[in-house]
């Protein structure tokens, strides 16, 4: 066990170097990157970028710059952007979490809620009318672009419906903080977190619905059926017990990735500053320290989710252990 | 100047709308600050400009902000219209006097200055703060200020800059002297731009990046983080010492917000939530803001032309006639359809924009050649094209990635395959678009670019934009982005400069002519003159457009 | 079987779309017509109106007109909207299938080399595929697309240009590659401890027969699994790529270019981004059904989630 939790950990590191290593990579390959021009400004003299180069170290060979960028960011927390002169990398990080946190946060509750409903209420009701309604819903959630849906809800909601009773409470676009003004904060996120939701809610639905179609055909949920137990009591007692494993799974992974900065597509309709859309922007730009920071950052969250996953899975199945 | 991602452009022309406001009288400003003084006042921007160290931000953004936060020797007139032109002493009780052939400026400062730290201003703050120019690197430190005497060594070693014979403090008499290698028609622009503001001597020699340095002006920043907020306040030691150098300003608090989309910026001011947005709105909000809210809207046209830069160096326009085939190709007014109509932007087939130093109207790429521009000439073109043999060439256009440029090489694509080329567009990082174009390594055929003035005077497009000297091969700060050397226009050019130490207007005549010579050669093809469109809340008055940095908010009041 | 008809459907409108530009519309989808003018219901209208209104700021494209020409009015460019939705539809589905096959083709190498010899060969592998795994698939596509599509890629003799549709090919066709590879090379284990290939093995039958005829057929009926669902997320993934502006490059269409164009036009003519919108919606959900019944019909257990 104890093994087994190091192991992962050295993973988790060798991934995330390897990532760090890439994006380093990318960002010197691309042409018209060089930093020191685009920090000295616009018509420079080539003395004044001679200097630039020199002051931020881009005279040195890749490996050194490399490891002092690293130390910079996780020894001495000092990395700055080279866009924005003097800002430091780290805590515009940190300043974006919440924004992320909060937008998948909300969501999550959305489609957690959504996919248990749909699907369990599609399962109990298998074969039907509304069951094939629900699935063909639960599969358009699933078909549509996330950013084309978000900006049909912006169309209906910030502009053409904006005037009238139904949306008028919408505010204009971009984040307000949940400390200072809570009320504000829920009523920008509600969007947002619909839009983001409908996706999941369409996936979870239809992975549960299998699963419990599944069960059913269980022993233990005949002998369950046979001895008269009510089906509610059957479905939500038995049938869904087991069949949570995968969902639980998959929100993991899901939520790791989401907080890592994958919802980036819906920050940056939404234009909430959130990691993703700092990743977004950051890779436009090519500032690498944001890039970086940001980049690792996902990464972290990324393993990490796999991480709880696969310790979660030992301890919920036992068979997973010899794996 | 270059505009980045629209947010570097300075500078405009004539306010239309507000053009004879400016000349209110003390009496009139003296009703207006004891009626209107007070509030605060919100403006917003989808991005923050940068590092706050005034010697180093570039960008018009900023520049405008720094109006009211930081003063120089000498300033722009802070007044509406062509006359903001006008060079006035701030710091300086006068304008220096010149000795030794222009060569020696001397200064007088004015006396009871107190830095918002409350430190009072000295002539070793001056001293210091040029010094300074050197040791942070700043961006036109080679260009602006390589003029001073031991400018030389300090760009070479920046870290140990001493200007003591350049720039000579003399504390008795408060006086400053400025040696120059070379007489400078252009120096006291130098001077009124932000990059040689006087700061305290004890400014850190690096770049301070989101700290704030104490300043002289109206205002001081009293927070600033590029995520979220600069928030400026009243400078508590300020008292007003000149109205045209640096006037008080109506509003108690400005709260410049940052990360609103244009639109929701557009919605924010609409609903009395902003009183003004940075960035140009939306294309798809205009014809909404100039019918519904029309009264609220301002537009002023812009020291800038957008242009497309063919590179000399590289076929097929190292051919002079396919440059002109495509001057004469390309429909102005569908560009400027582009850009938002005919009330946004001018079409143009010159270097310089109208009413600046040096400008007279020409255009010979168009059907009808005269002073303007009437309609494209597709026959002449194909004629041109036919004779240099070059049809069926691969030609690639870099745009930025925003909707306009974007937009335009489009269009431009499909004016050259017109032609017969094979065209393609590849629209890059509107951040790194502008170095990339520069850099001949990436061998780039037709990009789209703009320039926005400095200050004004003609050598600030022609020399800067087209002279051996901004071309360097391999560089990522080669703003001759077409690569063209013309020696003997290099020549005239220099021949200009100095003849304006003496002449300026037979200087001006001068530029005319290398304005239209280098047409004549088409290294460029200018597009159109831009216009600048203010939004402001219905609550905002006294708005006053400088043609040197845009919109003056401390002349506007909220109250 | 419906969905398989309107995929037809679909496909054939895309085929169709040059006929549909020369004849019908009468129209040249790629160059701009910013002056021109046409005839709507007996007025001759211009194609790009400036506004009249107040100070004439801006300048509205021609809305739907329901007849053959501009039938759902211009672009920014003043460009027929119908006809590039068509053009659109074909670059999206044969980016679409194009990576779909190229990334299967990807994943089962690297599943199958990996799986197969086991090893140091393995490890290597699969270390590379955790990397690129815990790469955000986004964000991964993004820093590919910046640099590819900045400068364009030539390794030795193949060199592809920057506007190329190559570029979204490969970029979509490699950030999948995890996802399939790894229940590959899990398939192939669990295939190499199986007792009929136990058996083949123990009679002396070479390995790369083994691998040839026992194993890659039945991954295969895994992979075929894969097809239908792997190129509706391609298309969903070309359409954001694309959409960021990192996709398909002008002049060239997609259906995410066209969404992206639109939104500078989303606030008077939003029938620009949301026609394209509504054909992925389509396209995608008829091969998600499509995806279910051959996953039914193969091996019902089988999932695929990439993220």
Not at chain 1, 111 to 122: F, H, I, N, P, T
Not at chain 2, 212 to 236: E, F, H
């Amino acid at each position: 066990m104890i093994t087994a939790l190091i192991r992962r950990l050295v993973e988790m590191l060798f991934v995330m170097f390897g990532i760090s290593v890439m994006v380093f990579l990318i960002f010197f390959a691309t042409p018209g990157s060089d930093p020191a021009a685009r920090i000295a400004g616009r018509n420079a003299s080539q003395e004044t970028v001679a200097q630039v180069r020199l002051d931020f170290g881009f005279d040195k060979p890749l490996p050194v710059q490399y490891g002092l960028m690293m130390k910079r960011l996780f020894v001495d927390q000092d990395l700055k952007s080279f866009v924005n002169r003097g800002q430091n990398v780290v805590p515009q990080v940190i300043e974006a979490t919440p924004v992320t946190l909060s937008l998948v946060f909300g969501a999550a509750v959305l489609w957690v809620l959504g996919g248990l409903a749909v699907g369990v209420v599609a399962a109990a009701v298998q074969g039907s009318l509304l069951d094939k309604g629900l699935m063909v819903l639960a599969l358009i959630g699933v078909s549509m672009p996330v950013f084309w849906f978000g900006e049909v809800m912006n169309l209906i909601t910030q502009a053409r419906l904006h005037d009238t009773w139904m949306f008028s409470w919408v505010p204009a676009l971009g984040y307000k903080p949940l400390t200072t003004a809570p009320w504000e904060w829920f009523k920008t996120l509600v969007i947002p977190w619909i839009t983001l939701a409908v996706l999941y809610i369409g996936i979870y639905g239809r992975v549960l619905r299998a699963n419990l179609v599944e069960a059913y055909q269980e022993d233990f949920i005949r002998t369950a059926r046979a001895k008269g137990l009510s089906p509610m009591r059957v479905m939500l007692r038995h049938a869904l017990r087991v069949s949570l494993i995968p969902f639980i799974t998959m929100f993991g992974l899901d939520f790791g990735v989401l907080v890592g900065g994958s919802a980036l597509l819906t920050e940056v309709v939404f234009g909430l500053n959130g990691i993703g859309h700092l990743t977004y922007t950051a890779l436009l730009n090519l500032d690498l320290p944001m890039i970086l920071a940001t980049v690792i950052y996902a990464a972290f969250f990324v393993v990490l989710a796999n991480a709880v996953v696969d310790v979660l899975y030992i301890f919920i199945d036992p068979r997973m252990r010899e794996a | 100047m270059s505009s980045r991602s629209l947010r570097l452009g300075t500078t405009a022309l004539a306010g239309l709308i507000l053009a004879s406001t400016g000349a209110a009288s003390a009496a009139d400003r003296a009703a207006d600050m004891a009626a209107h003084r007070g509030g605060t006042m919100r403006l917003v921007a989808s991005a923050a400009g940068g590092t706050i160290d005034p010697m180093i931000n570039y960008t018009s953004q900023y520049w405008q902000i720094y109006q009211s936060i930081y003063d120089g020797l000498l300033a722009f007139k802070h007044t509406s219209g062509a006359a903001a032109f006008e060079i006035v002493p701030d710091l300086a009780e006068a304008l220096p006097v010149a000795s030794n052939d222009g060569k020696t400026l001397t200064f007088k400062l004015r006396q009871g200055i107190k830095f918002s730290n409350g430190q009072p201003l000295t002539t070793k703050d001056v001293v210091a703060s040029f010094e300074r120019i050197f040791k942070v690197s700043s961006p036109t430190s080679g260009t602006f200020y390589a003029g001073i005497v031991g400018a030389d060594a300090c760009l070479k070693a920046p870290a140990d800059c001493s200007l003591k014979e350049g720039v000579i403090g003399d504390e008795a008499t408060g006086t400053v002297t400025i040696n120059l290698v070379a007489a400078d028609p252009e120096f006291f622009f130098k001077l009124a731009v932000p990059h040689a503001v006087i700061l305290p001597a004890d400014a850190p020699a690096k770049d301070v990046g989101t700290e704030p340095i104490a300043g002289t002006g109206a205002y001081k920043v009293a927070a600033y983080d590029p995520n979220t907020q600069l928030k400026l306040v009243r400078n508590p030691e300020f008292k007003e010492w000149s109205v045209d150098a640096q006037p008080d300003g109506f509003v108690d608090e400005v709260h410049y917000d940052f990360g609103l989309t244009e639109e929701a910026g557009i919605t924010a001011i609409q609903n009395g939530q902003a009183d003004w947005l940075f960035d140009p709105p939306p294309a798809d909000r205009l014809t909404e803001l100039g019918s519904k809210y029309q009264n609220q809207v301002h537009i002023n046209k812009l020291m800038a032309y957008w242009y497309a830069p063919m590179n000399t160096n590289l076929a097929p326009f190292n051919d002079v006639r396919v440059r002109q085939a495509l001057n004469y190709a390309i429909d102005r007014d569908a560009i400027v359809g582009l850009f938002g109509g005919t009330a946004l932007a001018d079409p143009t087939c010159q270097i310089l924009p109208p009413s600046f130093p040096g400008y007279k109207p020409f255009c010979s790429y168009t059907a009808d050649p005269g002073e303007a521009w009437s309609a494209p000439d597709l026959d002449k073109a194909k004629e041109l094209v036919k004779a240099s043999g070059t049809a069926g060439q691969k030609v690639t256009i870099i745009t930025e990635d925003t909707a306009v440029s974007k937009a335009i090489g489009t269009y431009l694509q499909s004016v050259l395959t017109d032609l017969g080329y094979e065209a393609a567009v590849k629209p890059i990082s509107t951040n790194i678009q502008f170095t990339y174009i520069q850099n001949t390594n990436n061998n780039v055929q037709l990009s789209i670019s703009q320039w926005y003035q400095d200050y004004p005077a003609a050598s600030d497009f022609l020399n800067v934009l087209l002279s051996c000297a901004s071309f360097t091969p391999g560089s990522d700060a080669s703003i001759n982005i077409s690569g063209y050397c013309n020696k003997d226009l290099d020549a005239k050019m220099q021949a200009a400069l100095k003849l304006a130490n003496t002449d300026q207007a037979a200087a001006n005549a001068e530029w005319s002519k290398i304005d239209a010579a280098f047409m004549a050669e088409a290294p460029v093809a200018p597009l159109f003159n831009p216009k600048r469109v203010d939004f402001v809340s219905a609550r905002l008055g006294g708005y006053t457009f400088s043609s040197s940095f845009q919109w003056l908010f401390a002349n506007a009041w909220v109250k | 079987m419906t969905a398989a008809v309107v995929l037809l459907i679909v496909i054939i409108l895309a085929l169709a779309a040059p006929f549909y530009a020369s004849t019908i519309a009468h129209t040249d989808p790629f160059r701009s017509t910013l002056t021109a003018k046409i005839v709507v219901d007996g007025k001759r209208v211009p194609v790009m109106a400036p506004s009249t209104e107040g100070l004439g700021l801006g300048v509205t494209p021609i809305g739907p007109t329901f007849q053959a020409q501009y039938f759902l009015g211009a672009d920014t460019q003043g460009r027929d909207v119908a006809a590039r939705l068509l053009y659109g539809g074909r670059n999206s589905l044969m980016i679409a299938s194009a990576s779909t096959l190229l990334c299967l083709t990807l994943a089962t190498l690297i599943g199958v080399v990996s799986g197969f010899f086991g090893g140091t060969t393995d490890m290597l592998l699969s270390r590379f595929l955790d990397v690129l795994w815990a790469f955000p698939v986004y964000l991964l596509a993004i820093s590919l697309s910046i640099i590819l599509i900045a400068q364009g890629i030539s390794i030795g003799p193949i060199t592809i240009d920057s506007g190329s549709l190559a570029l979204p090919i490969a970029i979509i066709g490699i950030i999948y590659v995890p996802y399939v590879a790894r229940p590959v090379r899990g398939q192939v284990i669990a295939l190499k401890k199986s007792e009929f290939v136990l058996a083949s093995t123990g009679l002396g039958i070479p390995r790369w027969r083994i691998l040839l005829f026992d194993i890659l057929p039945n991954v295969m009926t895994t992979l075929i699994v894969f097809v239908p669902l792997m190129m509706a997320l391609n298309i969903i993934t070309e359409s954001s790529l694309s959409f960021l502006s990192i996709g398909v490059q002008p002049p060239d269409a997609s259906w995410g270019t066209i969404i992206q164009d639109g939104q500078a036009l989303l606030y008077n003519r939003p029938v620009v981004s949301l026609a394209p919108g509504i054909a992925i919606v389509i396209t995608v959900l008829a091969l998600n059904i499509l995806g279910d019944g051959v996953r039914d019909a193969f091996d019902p257990r089988s999932k695929l989630r990439p993220r």
